[in-house]
Structure formats: structure tokens, C-alpha cells
């Protein structure tokens, strides 16, 4: 890469599909299986080991920083699931959370004028061409507005075209990697597809969050920004700006009391507005959370969003609903209509099922209050990812493949606050709520 490169990430990346498969593959050596299989054991005392991994955490961050897309995104979760590296290296791969390799501005003014008609000194009374916080998709500019701060978000010039190639490489592999699962890789391929290429739509965003800035705000200490609409387009999504700190700072810095109280309002608004209105954002990395001096939680990004029908929902409640009353015989009823029953009954093993469930549904159960650790977090993955007995009997129809996403991502979130709860009595309280499902305008 020469120093134009350097200077201009953007014209360096990498848009060829041998390029970004290699890129990729990189990755997947870096992060394999096998290193956090054993990560999620305990962590290594050997030095050696860590310091490779904290290299080898500062390279990824580099790289995935200039390649955004898909690829960054794969960065961004690992960048918060436990035991996946040494903590000190964690925090390092915190970084993608909210920053990569800035894109120049020159690049970003082009998308300005395309879509909003003006250069940016037309625009906006004030604006800091530096950006606050850089993304797989786009980056985040302070700006003034009409007297008001205000955060602009704007799109990468090709990085739509990146992520339908990243998407394509997916959706080849998909069979491949389905085989002797009980899962159809072409459809849960197309349901990555349709959600990740949403994200590129920042007028649908703009939306979103409109219809969740309604719904969050009817739970207390919930917040999401403001959408400036005459400064929104496809490409660019202009919101209230809101003071807050970061979420790495809010886990170093807040009081556990704080904590507790901040993880219980994240966990209220996902799974309210999920069970109550069958919608929900899905892409709970920590980057998308701010937390203000006077206690409340801003909700940043709903470029992810999924909706569910009623039949989908009135058909997961029983199982929950069940397995919270530890009732082994209505979860074995109710089961089978949650689409997940990947072989006939007479051949799946109810009882390792049982013991699968029971680890999974441990913070909503007797005794409370429960305290979410990182440790548990690990263990979680390690029973139902890397050591799943249960993975050839369990099948992932489309409508699930977010749902893990969510479920997983706020543990992790809800892990790194030590965040302690009544949690039994707000899942009851979801999984009980009505079924209203609301669609975005």
C-alpha cells in the first residue's frame, strides 16, 4: 500500500473478491476457533501468548479499519465476546466499536452535495471535519445546525458496493457451511443479505429511528436522538447531538449501582418493544450506547432493524413462558412450533435440550437478583457454539438468525457491566406482554 493509500483508506480498499477473501481469511486465522475454545477455559498465563494476541488484536483493528464492510462488522462482535481474547487485548479490538481508519472528508463532501445539493459550508453553521466516531458503513461528524449541535452520519461512497460483495462471498459458502446441519444456508444467507444491505439505506434508518425514539421513550431513563430531516437523505442522517459517555469509559468509570441500573433499561428496551411490538434493533454492540450524567441511556444506530409477525411471536411465547415455569413438559410441546425442531421428535434428545436451556435461561430464573459475568457469558458460547451437542439437532430458520445475535450481544453488554437484577421478573413481564407488533411507516 503506498502513502496515498494511507492518506485516503478508502482508495485502498480492497474491492476485488480474491482480495477481500484473503482479508478475510486473515481474520478467521487470527480469531480461529481453536484459540477461543481455549480462551473461553481461562486465560493463558503464558506472556507470550498474550502479547501475540494483543499484536495480533492491533493489526486486526488496523486492517478491518480500511477494509469496513461485512468484514468489520465480523471485527466489531468479536470485539466484544468474552474470553475470544485477553482482556488486554479486547480493549484493543474495543476500538471498532466506534472508530476505524477514517475516510478523507473530500471523499464524504462528494456524498453531501450528491444528495443534500450544497458543500457543507451550506449546509451546516459549523462543522468538524474530524470525525467522532468511524464504522463499517459510515462515519460521524460534529456539525451545528440552526443554533443546535448536531451529529452527521454519512455514507462511504462505495462501501454499498463492498458489502454486496462481502455479502456474495457469504451467500456461496452458505451451503457449504450448513452442511450436516439442519439449517438451509441459501435462506439464512438471504436474510444476512436483507438486513446488512438495509443498513445502507440511511432514509430507511431515519425512519427507524423515529418509530424507536416513540417507543423508547415511553421507558424511563430511555433515549434515542432526533432525526433532523432536512438534513437526512439516503446517504446522510443528521440526529440531535447528545453528551454521554462511551461504553468502554461507562464500565471503567460508572458506580455499580449505575451499572445495574443502565443494563436493566438496555434490557427493558430490547425485549419490551421485541415481545410487546415484535420489533427490535439488532446490532447491540457497545459502540451503540451512550450513558449521561443524569442516568439515562441513549440508543446510537438502528441501520439493523427486524420485524416479526404475530404467528411468529404468539408461537415463541408458550416456550418461554414454559421454560420460565419449569415446565419440562409444556417446553417439549411448545418447542416445535418455534421452527427450531431440526430432526423428528422421536430422535431428538429432550433431555440434553433441557440442560442446554436450563444454562441459557439461568439469569431469568430462581434465585434473584442474577449477576451477569463475563464468565458466563464464555461458558455460553462454549455450550452452544464451540462444544454444542445440540447443534445437529437444533435448526436456525431466518426469522432466528438476529434473535441469537441480539440475545448474545446484550449478555456481553450486559457481562462487561456486572450488571445485577430482578431479571425473572422482566423477562416475565416481556415474554406476558401482549402481542402488538407495530411496523415501521
Known amino acids: 500500500m503506498n502513502n496515498r493509500d494511507k492518506e485516503a483508506p478508502l482508495e485502498g480498499l480492497a474491492k476485488g473478491f480474491r482480495q477481500r477473501t484473503l482479508a478475510t481469511a486473515k481474520l478467521a486465522g487470527k480469531m480461529g476457533v481453536s484459540y477461543v475454545k481455549r480462551a ?21 483493528v488496523e486492517q478491518l479499519g480500511k477494509l469496513k464492510g461485512l468484514a468489520m462488522k465480523v471485527g466489531q462482535i468479536a470485539s466484544y465476546v468474552p474470553g475470544a481474547f485477553p482482556p488486554e487485548a479486547q480493549k484493543v479490538l474495543a476500538e471498532l466499536q466506534s472508530r476505524s481508519t477514517p475516510v478523507r ?24 471535519r474530524d470525525p467522532v466516531a468511524s464504522a463499517s458503513v459510515g462515519q460521524v461528524h460534529r456539525a451545528r445546525y440552526q443554533g443546535r449541535d448536531v451529529a452527521v452520519k454519512i455514507q462511504y461512497p462505495e462501501v454499498k458496493a463492498l458489502m454486496a460483495s462481502d455479502l456474495k462471498m457469504v451467500s456461496m459458502f452458505s451451503r457449504v457451511l450448513v452442511v450436516g446441519t439442519p439449517n438451509d444456508g441459501e435462506a439464512l444467507a438471504k436474510e444476512l443479505r436483507d438486513r446488512m444491505l438495509e443498513e445502507c439505506d440511511y432514509a430507511l434508518e431515519a425512519r427507524r429511528q423515529r418509530l424507536f425514539r416513540e417507543l423508547y421513550g415511553r421507558l424511563p431513563g430511555c433515549r434515542v436522538p432526533e432525526v433532523i430531516g432536512e438534513r437526512s437523505s439516503t446517504r446522510v442522517l443528521t440526529s440531535e447531538w447528545i453528551d454521554g459517555l462511551p461504553f468502554e469509559r461507562f464500565a471503567d468509570q460508572g458506580s455499580q449501582e449505575e451499572k445495574n441500573e443502565a443494563g436493566a433499561k438496555i434490557f427493558d428496551a430490547v425485549f419490551q418493544t421485541l415481545f410487546h411490538h415484535g420489533i427490535y434493533n439488532g446490532d447491540p454492540h457497545p459502540g451503540n450506547y451512550l450513558f449521561t450524567k443524569d442516568g439515562e441511556v441513549v440508543f446510537l444506530d438502528f441501520g439493523c432493524v427486524r420485524e416479526f409477525s404475530a404467528t411468529f411471536l404468539d408461537n415463541w411465547k408458550p416456550m418461554e413462558r414454559a421454560m420460565h415455569a419449569r415446565d419440562r413438559e409444556g417446553v417439549r410441546r411448545a418447542f416445535p412450533a418455534t421452527g427450531m425442531m431440526g430432526v423428528a421428535a422421536d430422535k431428538f434428545d429432550w433431555d440434553l435440550h433441557w440442560e442446554v436451556m436450563e444454562y441459557v435461561c439461568r439469569p431469568y430464573q430462581p434465585p434473584q437478583p442474577f449477576r451477569f459475568t463475563q464468565e458466563y457469558v464464555a461458558e455460553s458460547y462454549d455450550r452452544l457454539l464451540f462444544n454444542a451437542k445440540v447443534a445437529g439437532m437444533i435448526a436456525t430458520p431466518p426469522e432466528w438468525l438476529l434473535i441469537n445475535r441480539v440475545h448474545w450481544g446484550l449478555n456481553s453488554v450486559l457481562g462487561r457491566l456486572h450488571a445485577t437484577s430482578d431479571w425473572g421478573e422482566r423477562w416475565h413481564r416481556a415474554i406476558w406482554s401482549e402481542t402488538q407488533p407495530i411496523r415501521c411507516p
Do not use: M, T, Y
Open 40 to 60: 473461553v477455559k481461562g486465560p493463558s498465563s503464558d506472556n507470550s501468548d498474550r502479547e501475540a494476541a494483543i499484536k495480533g488484536a492491533v493489526e486486526l
Open 105 to 128: 472528508f473530500e471523499h464524504l463532501e462528494e456524498v453531501l452535495i450528491q444528495d443534500l445539493g450544497a458543500p457543507v459550508s451550506q449546509l451546516f453553521e459549523d462543522f468538524d
